[in-house]
Each structure stands twice: as C-alpha cells, then as structure tokens.
C-alpha cells in the first residue's frame, strides 16, 4: 500500500506511540484525523504534521464511552469520502496485583483497550467495506502473547483482541478488509505513567524497563514500514520480543522466568 492521498485515522494520537506514527506518517501526502481525549495535546500534534504538508483533522472522543465514540464516527464518516486506514493506538496499562485490583479497575482497561478499539471499528468498517474496502491496524502487546505479572486485565484485554481481529480479518477477506496487529516492546513513552494502579489511578512512575526502551520515533519508524506492506503481525522493540519466542518453544522457561518478575 501507498500511504499518498490516503485518508488515515490515528487513535492515541496525542502521545507516545500513535504521535509518533503521525508525525511519521505526515511526511506522506496524506490526510490524517487525530483522536485522543486531550485536545491541547492533539493540537500540538496537529500543528506539527500540518508543517510537513498533510491534512489535518482533530476529533476527540473517550474509548471508554460508547456515545462519544459513535457521536466522533457519526461526525467523521459523515464529512469524509473514505477512510483507507484506521489505526488505532488508544489504550492504558496496569500495575497491580490480581488480588488487589477491584473488578471495576478490571472493566475499565477492557473498556478502553478492547471495546473502545471494538466500537470505533465496528463504527467505521461497513462504511470502508462500501467504499471497496481498508487497512485496519489495532495495538497489541507482547503481554498480549503471554501473561505477565501486575498487568492481568491489561494482558486479557490485549489476547482478546487478537481474537477480535482475527476473526474480523477472516470474515472480510473477500470484502477487500486487510488487518495488522501492532505487538510492542517495551517503547519508551508515558504508557507506565499513564498505567492504573489498584485504585484505579494513574500509577505515576516511569519505569526502569520503560525508560530503556526503543523510542517512540524509532518504533514508529519501523511500524509504518510494516503497515505499509500491511504485514499481519508487526513486532516492534528489543530483547523483550525474545519472550514471545520462549514462551511458544521453551514454556517451561518462559514459567520460570515470568514467576521470578519483581513488582514495581
Ligand atoms: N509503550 C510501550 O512499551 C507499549 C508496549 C506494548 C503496547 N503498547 C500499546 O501501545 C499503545 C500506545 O501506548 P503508548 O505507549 O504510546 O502510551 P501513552 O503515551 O500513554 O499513549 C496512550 C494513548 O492512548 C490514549 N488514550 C488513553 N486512554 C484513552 C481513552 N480513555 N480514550 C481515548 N484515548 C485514550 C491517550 O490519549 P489521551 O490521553 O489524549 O486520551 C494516548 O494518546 C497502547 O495501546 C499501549 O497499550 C505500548
């Protein structure tokens, strides 16, 4: 695919992974619509690829509300003749316990991770499908390949998308539907910041893991080169992604070792 002249929607466009992939793709002839919560945020961002040329539209909605989501889609899909690409970014993390986390901090990170990124898509796919079809592209993690400790409905929340988008990919195939699954590393942005801890609120901290980690420009960088070829699954990171591999062929080790992760 060629990103020229194509009109992409970028959720979590405000920070970390998703700006930088705008930025990134502002440097195509392309027209971009920007989505976050924060609009301050999503300006700056905005003002930046505008300089390198491109078309830029704001809208922002909560993934944790169903009717900002579908009131944002009703604005969007109502003004714009297609959208080629939706890729979407939004989400939060977690730190804490299993046996700390009350279940309504467990049905928020699912809110906003997979039915927030569910909603939108269910939103705008009929309309792509109508226009001869899309890419697709929902941000996993490679937490959403094995569990991990202190992240349990982070990790949950992140499989089941897997199982979303690989059942949307094989249901529409044949209408022209093409889907990426993003799957990071540790990237150094906001995410642990930003993460929930027990309560419910913002954890706060960088972490040492995180503030190792690739850049948000490097990742960005190497992810736009996969969705261009619209690969299926798009690895990004560092020795991290080694996991997953010992996770599928030495389980054993994998038990090990994700046993003896310390909390932060
Ligand atoms: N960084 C990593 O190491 C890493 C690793 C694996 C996966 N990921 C995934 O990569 C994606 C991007 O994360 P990041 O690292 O770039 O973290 P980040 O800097 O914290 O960015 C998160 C983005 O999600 C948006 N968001 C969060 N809650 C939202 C809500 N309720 N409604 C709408 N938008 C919301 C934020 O926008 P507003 O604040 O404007 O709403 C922000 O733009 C996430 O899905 C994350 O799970 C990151």
Redesign the pocket.
Known sequence: MDFTDKTIWI??????????VALELSQFNTRLIL????AE??NKVAEKCNKNGCSIRVV??????EKSITAAADKVLGSERQIDCLY??????QRSFVTDTPLHVDRKIF???FF?TVALTKAVLPFMIKNGGGHLAA??????KFGFPYRSA?SAS?HALHGFFESLRAENASNNIRVSM?????????????ALDKNGNKHGKMDEG?EK?MS?EA?AKAICRKLEKEKKEILV?GKDLLMIYIRRFFPFLYYHLSSKVKPL
Do not use: C, M, W
């Open positions: 959720t979590g466009a405000s920070s970390g992974i998703g700006r930088a989505s976050g919560r924060n945020e999503l922002t909605f909560d993934l944790q509300d979407q970014f939004g989400g939060i993390s809110e906003v991770n927030g941000t996993s993690s490679i937490v959403g982070y992140k993003i799957i990071p590393g540790r990237i150094k942005t906001n995410i642990s910041v930003n995180q980690g948000a990742s990171g």
